[in-house]
């Protein structure tokens, strides 16, 4: 590796999280918190009411006291942590109605017939009849329409309950929650697919209207849910087509940004500030030997311009090219909508109860870093004693007094990032030298690390997450460094942090 090598910031925003546990989280001290989900796209915060679409009979839901949207920002500003709130931009958000028995999408008074009925509202039904989609649901039986207007409104509620971004406010507005799924989450009010158009009118007029209520309030979108999301429209299905080419040949991504770019361009300010995608590795909780392996080969999709997904994304489905996903997210950027940002406001690569999932989150922090990930909210928190825990403490607290990694990365690299992976970063505090180092295998590896432009003597200090202790971080005996080289043997299927001081001569 190289101390004075590929030198760019580590944004503190990749280690965020959607949730998770308050102790957690203040433990961590997580920079950033996303209100976001399914339920957010209906979410009307004059009363405090949601929609849980098809994740739960379609049914309304009044928010109680301490799960308001003003709660949640209020909670996060407590703390100090930075908001992401999202803002419906479907065209509908929950009416006024009464807490039980729910509003719901597809109720039995209007549809008897249904596959399954909620145990505790039999009125509610999934709004399917022998496998297949119901159609004729009537919006106004649980909505109300929302224009853009409406999420203007919404942070104008915010600015004036919080103040604006500039002064502690909301920082940033998300567009909605994974849009081109409204014709399947939310089918009751959004049974159309989502064209190109529909996408980026209410896009632009969203954020203008976001824009104008918070001008220094950064905009976020647009929160695909996945690959066919990245790369299609809902019209299109799960690859350009018809629509694509009637806009230039541009894929979903591709022409989102340059829409969003060119609307800017005539409001004369920028209405795009992160682009910002969810990413699924296909392997679910599953924990079997291999699903382990397939979990930590996977995060090579981040990056690799080699990794062939091995899922329906490559050969044996849809046939896509190598994904590079945060490469290609950048260079899209570069080509359509310089200056935007990058983010993923959803991913999770399962079993974070597990060692496995573990070496995957240490893995995938690693890579947000390295590639210049801007913001990242992990989906589906880790409990304070699961393993992956332990991988966001290696980064955000691994002494149990705060200590993190670097903020600077520099160059590093092993021979073989699939076995051994390693990470570096430079602390800007006190000069320190930060090596993430993580076995994916399940033996010991010895490994010579050698720093071109740290030529001196000392010492490393050495911390350990492994099967051997999954209850804490361990605090091992420190490495002699001689003339920027160190020798270590790392454990298996373990996560080791070295901790070198500053340059000596």
Known sequence: ??????????????????????????????PVSRWGGNASSRYNFENHTYNTGSDWYFENIVAGPDNTLEAYVQRNRDHGVKQVVT????????????????????????????????QWDANCGN?????????????????VPADASFAGEMVSHLVSRFGPAARGGVP???????????????????????????????????????????????VLGPSGWGYCEWVASGVD?????????????????QWFLKNMKDAGDAAGKRLLDYFDQHYYPQISGDKTPEANALRLRSTRSLWDPSYVEESWIGPSGV???????????KKWVSQYNPGTKTAITEYNWGALDDINGALAEADVLGIFGREGLDLATIWGEPKPTDPAAYAFRMYRDYDGTGSKF??????????????????????RCDGALTLMVINKTGTDLAAPLSIAGLPGNGTAQRF???????????????????????????????????VLPPRRS
């Open 127 to 143: 709004g399917r009849l022998n496998n297949t989609n119901l159609t004729g649901a009537e919006p106004t039986d649980t909505s």
């Open 319 to 329: 046939n896509a090219p190598p994904l590079q996903f945060i490469r290609t997210m």
């Open 464 to 498: 350990t997450y492994s099967p051997a202790d999954l209850a804490s971080i361990v605090r091992g005996a420190d490495l002699p460094v001689h003339r920027g080289s160190v020798a270590a043997t790392y454990a298996a299927n373990s996560i080791t942090l070295l």
């Open 406 to 427: 670097g903020e600077v990365s520099v160059s590093a690299a092993s021979t073989d990032q699939g076995q051994l992976a390693i990470y570096g970063a430079q602390r």
């Open 237 to 253: 299905g799960c690859a350009p087509g018809a629509d694509a080419a009637a806009h230039g040949g541009l894929n979903l991504s």
């Open 87 to 118: 803002v419906p931009m479907s065209g509908w958000v929950a009416k006024d109605g009464p807490e039980w028995p729910h509003a719901c999408g597809f109720p039995a008074t209007r549809f008897p017939s249904q596959d399954s009925f909620d």
């Open 172 to 218: 940033i507005y998300e567009l909605d929650n994974e849009p081109v799924l409204w014709s399947s989450t939310h089918r009751d009010v959004h049974p159309q697919p989502v064209s190109d158009d529909e996408l980026g009118s209410k896009s632009t007029a969203t954020a203008a209207a976001v824009k104008a209520a918070d001008p220094r309030a950064a």
């Open 1 to 30: 590796m190289d101390l004075f090598a590929a030198r760019h910031a580590i944004s503190p925003d990749i280690y965020g999280m959607n949730g998770g546990d308050p102790a957690l989280v203040a433990e961590l001290g997580t």
